[in-house]
């Protein structure tokens, strides 16, 4: 009697358990209707009618250092508020969690003193240390491999984030910084050598566009290809061999067909002075190297393709 008492007393506990689980969700979603008008109307948006709105929206209500799955190399340059090379001189680093005064900004990490070498996009000044943040242990931590080693020269793209200044009232909300360099798993942070000849001439020479009107649409497919141009100025690629396009090629306008794009493989760089004067000395060896090598980015493109199942 008492064991069939306690079983029938466990179904009970778990039901109301179920209960409570289905009802909590369904409070909290009447209880934003009631009070958030605003909510309700930027959520009444035919999402699936309108791309651009529906990615203005998550762009409104996400931050976009955290939130971007993997991307090409390509896209970081275009969306990133600075692209830099950067040296790590020294092994001293300091830990941060959030930032006083900032509200709920709980993100923790690693700051990490470089000196700027060369400056691609952003406000970073040459020859010049700053510091970096860089966000570890949540979702948006950079990898081990993202830390630049003692003595290393690294690209790194990220983001310019600037707080208001301090609260005169509450004198011990006064932010340690009023901007911050900050770099996240969205980042690309990768030794300078590592680079291929393609993302070189991209970063380097100007072929990564992102103006208006150029090859800056890069979007990927899942299962089934994108149909053949479905917006002008716009690259499709597998997510899939997400690693092939973005060594091995950049989205450029084709030859062939007026306001459409394509991705290309760059095989070599010329070494006329006025084409290295624009590249950090450290890559000059790897530019030389490619004009005797017989294989090729486009080459190795073609293969890693092939390796994917694509070719």
């Known amino acids: 009697m008492r064991l069939s008492n306690y079983i029938v007393s466990g179904l009970q506990f778990s039901t109301i358990c179920a209960l409570l689980c289905f009802l909590v969700p369904r ?73 006083h005064g900032s509200g709920p900004w709980h993100f923790a990490g690693t700051v990490i003193t470089l000196s700027v070498e060369h400056v691609v996009k952003g406000s970073l000044e040459v ?34 984030l600037r707080f208001p200044g301090c609260d005169k009232v509450h004198q011990d909300n006064c932010l340690q910084t009023k901007e911050l360099f900050l770099v996240t798993r969205c980042s690309a942070s990768q030794p300078l050598e590592s680079l291929s000849i393609t993302q070189v001439a991209g970063l380097f020479l100007d072929l990564y566009s ?32 997400l690693r092939c396009y973005t060594r091995f090629a950049l989205c450029t306008k084709s030859s062939l067909t007026p306001n459409t794009c394509t991705f290309r493989a760059v095989n070599r760089i010329p070494t006329s002075q006025s084409v290295l004067a624009k590249l950090p000395p450290v890559l000059h060896p790897t530019i030389h190297g490619a004009l005797a090598s017989q294989v090729t980015d486009e080459h190795r493109f073609r293969a890693c393709l092939r390796h994917s199942g694509l070719a």
Not at 33 to 54: H, I
Not at 142 to 156: A, D
């Open 27 to 99: 409070r909290t979603t009447a209880y934003r209707q009631r009070n958030s008008a605003e909510y309700q109307d930027s959520t009444a948006l035919d999402f699936a009618a309108d791309r651009s709105s529906l990615e203005a929206h998550m762009r409104q209500h996400t931050r976009s250092y955290c939130t971007c799955g993997e991307a090409l190399l390509q896209s970081k340059f275009c969306k990133h508020d600075f692209v830099v090379v950067a040296k790590r001189k020294s092994p001293r680093t300091q830990r941060f969690n959030g930032i």
């Open 127 to 160: 020859n010049k240390n700053a510091d970096f943040h860089f966000i570890q242990g949540s979702t948006c931590g950079v990898t081990p491999h993202m830390i630049p080693r003692e003595n290393s020269t690294f690209l790194i793209t990220g983001f310019h």
């Open 210 to 241: 992102c103006s208006a009107g150029s090859c800056s649409e890069l979007r990927p497919y899942f299962w089934e290809p994108l149909p053949q141009s479905p917006t002008p100025f716009t690259c499709s690629y597998s997510y899939t061999a």
